[in-house]
T-cell receptor
Framework: LAKTTQPISMDSYEGQEVNITCSHN???????ITWYQQFPSQGPRFIIQ???TKVTNEVASLFIPADRKSSTLSLPRVSLSDTAVYYC???????????FGSGTQLTVLP | DSGVTQTPKHLITATGQRVTLRCSPR?????VYWYQQSLDQGLQFLIQ???????AKGNILERFSAQQFPDLHSELNLSSLELGDSALYFC??????????????FGPGTRLTVL
């Protein structure tokens, strides 16, 4: 069961790029890395998923080094509305293996 | 809007009582997941169903049970409620049964308050 470690909180300013790194030292060969975003009192929302190298979609990029022991979620030019908790999940197959953990509270300041 | 609906939105009840939370997945999704989120425990996976069958079980108490019906909606039953059961309960759905690669679409949640 891959355990993840993320910073508890991060602050940024509007318009900046934000990088949130997740450590997962014991990631297994068939594990995928998935990031979710959660606003207060709302359900988490899928942001991005990857297995290796780099994945980009319309809202974020995910960078995964060759050893896959960490991953970095990159949010370009954040706005106040990006203030939320960001969760890194690592696992393969069973939902039992996916733990949301405490996540990273990102606060975007004006 | 994720397409996942949950009812009721809020529920207030007393200790010892029993409640039922309902979830309707997105159209076409076969898998339903239940999560509990409390202030001190974070988001905890409870149980997953896939096409009517239990697929995975997490930290679900024996006082809690769930099922997925032929029309794919799901219900989470909580009995002998305790103060500590007060939490947000989320339902999520995904197209298939592979939690790690499927995107999970979360509903708005049911806020349960046990007095």
């Amino acid at each position: 069961l891959a355990k993840t470690t993320q910073p508890i909180s991060m602050d940024s300013y509007e318009g900046q790029e934000v990088n949130i790194t997740c450590s997962h030292n014991n990631i297994a060969t068939n594990d995928y890395i998935t990031w979710y975003q959660q606003f207060p009192s709302q359900g988490p929302r899928f942001i991005i998923q990857g297995y290796k190298t780099k994945v980009t979609n319309e809202v974020a990029s995910l960078f995964i080094p060759a050893d896959r022991k960490s991953s970095t979620l990159s949010l370009p030019r954040v706005s106040l509305s990006d203030t939320a908790v960001y969760y890194c999940l690592v696992g393969a197959g069973s939902a039992r293996q996916l733990t949301f953990g405490s996540g990273t509270q990102l606060t975007v300041l004006p | 809007d994720s397409g996942v609906t949950q009812t009721p939105k809020h529920l207030i009840t007393a200790t010892g009582q029993r409640v039922t939370l309902r979830c309707s997945p997105r159209s076409g999704d076969l898998s339903v997941y239940w999560y509990q989120q409390s202030l001190d425990q974070g988001l905890q996976f409870l149980i997953q169903y896939y096409n009517g069958e239990e697929r995975a079980k997490g930290n679900i108490l024996e006082r809690f049970s769930a099922q997925q019906f032929p029309d794919l909606h799901s219900e989470l039953n909580l009995s002998s409620l305790e103060l500590g059961d007060s939490a947000l309960y989320f339902c999520a759905s995904s197209p298939r049964g592979t939690a790690s690669t499927d995107t999970q679409y979360f509903g708005p949640g049911t806020r349960l308050t046990v007095l």
